[in-house]
């Protein structure tokens, strides 16, 4: 029996596999698919303060190996969160991750101040949604905002406070440093590539926002390549994302030096994909006689150039 558990600061988890934020709702949907008592945990839909209608459509394309979306955070608001769907995440036996996303530091700090009084077991801020005009990867995308938006945060909360970084970055050292700094409890790597496809018969943008993030197996290898980068940058727990599909990519994280992962895109594809997912690292573990799940993290060896 291979021990599954892994601790992201002091939120222990059963299991590295969390569900990603954006893909999976509040989980009420994918419930109906699976019992999730069993996933590590599951980082709810982002949130902002005000309820969102989001971006106008179409805000999806397919593209090669991946998925650019311009969703713009359509989400019921804060409010309504804690009345209709917190209840319910509380039923399912998971831990529970809140993503948030503000235009303004004050937005951050409120929702905060309110998610604070919950029992949420820790604070995904996304610094990193290429979708909206105003903050999120405005601030995400700057070293200096960055510290100091998660040391703002970090006063008006006990929670653990997970910062979710954009790729769309020069340097995701100084973004993970600056997360540290500011008081992170973990960097949360990686949120989707800016990108644009182009509809060459009516020559527009496919979405109708124009640009849109790319996920899924085309950014994988950029997202290893800069938790691989951050691991040594930083001392706090890294959780890795970006296009995992199956436990071999899941190992690749782990061996990289993230403490857990997300899975986003591939519950697209399937409803079960965590599952799925979590029960071929549990296989691959064993087959390869590993005890405990956390000895693959930080374990890359790296050719000498
Ligand atoms: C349709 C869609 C909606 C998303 N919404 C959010 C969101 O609300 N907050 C957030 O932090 N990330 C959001 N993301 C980004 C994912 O959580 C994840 O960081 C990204 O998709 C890369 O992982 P993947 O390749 O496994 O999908 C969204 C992604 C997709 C595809």
New binding site residues.
Partial sequence: MVDLSTNIGCVRLANPILA????FGFGREMSLFQDLSGLGGICA??LTLLPRIGNPPPR?AETASG?L?S?G?QNPGLEAFLREDLPFLQTLGCRIIV?IAGHSTDEYLEICRRLDQTPVDAIEL?L??PNVKEGCMLIGSNARLTERLVAEVRKVTAKPLWA?LTPNVTSITDMAASAEAGGADAVVL???LLGLAIDYRTRRPVLRNNTG?L??PA?KPVALRMVAEAYRAVRIPIIG????MNGADVLEFLIAGASAV?????NLISPTACHDILNQVKNLAETEGIARISDYTGTLELWNP
Avoid: D, Q, R
Wanted: hydrophobic share 35%; aromatic share 0%.
């Fill in positions: 990603a934020s954006g893909t839909k982002g999806v998925l979306n969703v955070l993503n996304n990193s949604c979710k990686i949120n989707t993030g996920s899924g950014i994302i970006g296009g995992i997300e899975i986003g895109t591939a």
